[in-house]
């Protein structure tokens, strides 16, 4: 299954909700992968960077991981999501190695 990772950014109220009352949103994540057929892998959250987390998640493919996201942005307490999708060592390995027996001519 394609993985991917998707950063996002809380709005202020979003953050002055959990700091009221702390929540563990990946729970809510995890299930909304699982009913499309996904899978978790982990929530980060970061401090000093241009987003406040990161979800590492598989999806059978990239619509299913656009519908993901979409949905948690239309509940409205995110914004700011991009979502980009990771490749394993190996799998890139390929890319390089078919990269590497095609040529495009330059202008």
Known sequence: MPTYMTSFTYHNETWQKL????????????YLMEK????LINMYYTTGGDSDGFIIYEAPDAKTA???????????HVRGLKTTQLYSVAEALEVMGQAGRLSYPTP
């Not at 009221?20 to 729970?27: F, N």
């Not at 656009?66 to 409205?76: H, K, N, P, S």
């Open 19 to 30: 700091a009221k009352k702390p929540e563990d949103r990946s729970i809510a994540v995890k």
């Open 36 to 39: 499309l057929g996904g899978r």
């Open 66 to 76: 656009a519908t993901a996201i979409l949905t948690v942005g239309l509940a409205g």
